[in-house]
């Protein structure tokens, strides 16, 4: 998935990078809503993963992105 990079490299709770980042590299082969909805979840909760969160705050976070991701992509699958 594309979304791990992004996560790995984007400073600590930097949000508004953090989306640009997985946008940037999920965009050429996740361009629907159901596909960008995924990718942003999983940056998001791969990021604050890594800043030590607990399993609560994770599933925040993977929904969080979510709804994000959701309304990034103007392409509807379904």
Request: aromatic share 6%.
């Amino acid at each position: 998935m594309r979304a791990l990079a992004p996560a790995f490299s984007v400073r600590r709770g930097d949000v508004e990078t953090l989306k640009e980042a997985v946008w940037s590299c999920s965009v050429p082969t996740h361009n629907t809503n159901i596909a960008m909805e995924a990718a942003m979840a999983l940056g998001f909760g791969y990021h604050v993963a890594l800043m030590g969160a607990s399993l609560e705050e994770i599933i925040e976070a993977i929904l969080e992105g979510a709804e994000i991701g959701r309304r990034m992509s103007d392409n509807e699958l379904v």
